[in-house]
C-alpha cells in the first residue's frame, strides 16, 4: 500500500520532507510524492542577462489564459499534485492568477521589484486578500547587480525594504557565480542589517542556450567553497536571526549530518521525472512536459498538455529521458549532474 506524501504547504518543506524520506535507511518505499511546476507565463518587464531564459530560443512571451491555467491546476490537484504556479513577473495583468496560488496553498511571491515600487499601494492589500505572507526577491553584490539585471540596484533594495516595512516575510535569492560567491559574507551582512528573513542560494542555473554564462558555472572546487561559505554563515551568531537555505544542485552539503548528505548515501536524491517513488513534473507555458525545470532541453520532453474543447488532459510519450543524460547519478541533482558534464565533455 502505497502512502502520500500530504499537506507540506511550502516547496521547501516539500524538498526537505521528501529528501528526509529518500535519505531514511529504514523507510519501507510506501511513500509517494507528486509534483508539479507549472510555468504559466513568460511575460516580463525586464530581461535580465543572468536569467535562465537568456538565449532560449523559446524566450518569448508564452502566456496562458486565466481560465487555461485555472483548468489546469485544477485537473493536476485533484490528481493529487502539489502545484507551484510560476508567474515571470507579476504584472498588473496577471493579478488574478493570484487566486490559483491561495487555490494551491501557495503563499509567496517572486519579485523584481518594479511592480512594488510603482504600485505596491494596490498590489499589497491583493497580495494580503490572496494569503501571500512571503515576498522574494533577488540581489547581487555591488558593482554585479546592475550589469546583470539592468536595474538599479539601490531601487531593489528599496523594494526589499518595502516588503519588510509592510509586514511581509522577505526572502532574498542570492545567485552564485564564480563572479558572485567572494562577495556572499559582504551581501549577508548588509541584508541582516536590514533584517531579511530568508537568504536562499540559489545554484546558476544554465540551460545550456546561450554561451555567455558558461564561465560563470560553479564546478567542484566552487561548490565544495559555497559549502564552507555555508558553514561559516551558519555558524556566525551574527546570522541567527536570518534562516538560510540553498537549491538543491549544489549537491549534498558535505558539512556534518544533513538531509541532503543521507540522501545522496541512499542514492535516492534527484526527484526528476515519474518514478518509483513519485511524480516530479515541470509544465511549460508552450504546454510541454519536463522531468524537471532544469531537464527542460526538447530531448527531455515527457508529454504535453492537450486540449480538447474546454477541457485539457495530460499526455505523455515513453520517452526514455534518462538515457540522454550522459552521466546520470541520482546521488546529486539531475541537473547539477548534467549541466556540469555537459559543459567539462
Ligand atoms: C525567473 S525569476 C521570476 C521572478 C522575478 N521576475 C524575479 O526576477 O525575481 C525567479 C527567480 O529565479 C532566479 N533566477 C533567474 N535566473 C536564474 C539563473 N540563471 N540561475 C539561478 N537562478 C535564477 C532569480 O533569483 C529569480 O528571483
Ligand atoms: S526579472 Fe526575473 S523573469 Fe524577468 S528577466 Fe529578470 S530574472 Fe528573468
Not at 538599479?152 to 509586514?167: T, V
Request: hydrophobic share 35%; proline share 4%; with cysteine.
Amino acid at each position: 500500500m502505497q502512502k502520500n506524501i500530504e499537506n507540506l504547504g511550502s516547496r521547501k518543506n516539500f524538498r526537505n520532507t521528501v529528501h528526509e524520506v529518500l535519505g531514511d535507511e529504514n523507510e519501507s518505499g510506501e511513500i509517494f510524492y507528486k509534483y508539479a511546476m507549472v510555468w504559466m507565463s513568460r511575460k516580463c518587464n525586464s530581461r535580465c542577462k543572468y536569467c535562465y531564459q537568456d538565449g532560449d530560443p523559446e524566450a518569448n512571451n508564452a502566456s496562458w489564459s486565466y481560465e487555461k491555467a485555472d483548468k489546469v491546476t485544477s485537473l493536476l490537484l485533484d490528481d493529487g499534485y502539489h502545484v507551484q504556479p510560476l508567474i515571470n513577473e507579476w504584472l498588473p495583468e496577471f493579478w488574478n492568477f493570484l487566486e490559483l496560488m491561495k487555490k494551491c496553498q501557495w503563499n509567496e511571491i517572486t519579485t523584481n521589484g518594479l511592480i512594488l515600487l510603482s504600485r505596491h499601494q494596490e498590489f499589497f492589500p491583493l497580495l494580503r486578500e490572496y494569503e501571500i505572507s512571503d515576498i522574494r526577491h533577488t540581489l547581487f553584490p555591488k558593482g554585479i547587480h546592475e550589469e546583470m539585471t539592468g536595474r538599479d540596484r539601490e531601487k531593489s533594495l528599496r523594494a526589499i525594504q518595502l516588503s519588510k516595512e509592510h509586514g511581509f516575510r522577505t526572502i532574498v535569492n542570492y545567485v552564485v557565480t564564480t563572479e558572485t560567491l567572494p562577495h556572499i559574507v559582504e551581501v549577508c551582512d548588509e541584508l541582516a542589517d536590514m533584517e531579511v528573513d530568508e537568504i536562499q542560494f540559489m545554484n546558476l542555473i544554465y540551460l545550456g542556450r546561450s554561451k555567455s554564462k558558461k564561465n560563470e558555472l560553479l564546478d567542484m572546487q566552487y561548490i565544495n567553497k559555497f559549502w564552507d561559505t555555508w558553514k561559516l554563515l551558519s555558524e556566525n551568531p551574527k546570522y541567527e536571526r536570518i534562516e538560510f537555505d540553498f537549491q538543491a544542485n549544489f549537491g549534498p552539503n558535505p558539512h556534518g549530518d544533513n538531509v541532503s548528505k543521507r540522501a545522496a548515501k541512499q542514492s535516492r536524491f534527484c526527484l526528476a521525472g515519474k518514478n518509483e517513488r513519485g511524480h516530479f513534473i515541470y509544465i511549460t507555458p508552450e504546454d510541454d512536459i519536463y522531468p524537471c525545470f532544469l531537464l527542460s532541453d526538447p530531448k527531455f520532453k515527457i508529454g504535453k498538455i492537450i486540449e480538447n474543447g474546454n477541457n485539457y488532459s495530460l499526455e505523455y510519450n515513453d520517452a526514455d529521458w534518462i538515457k540522454h543524460i550522459p552521466s546520470f547519478n541520482r546521488s546529486h541533482c539531475a541537473g547539477t549532474q548534467y549541466i556540469t558534464r555537459a559543459i567539462l565533455s
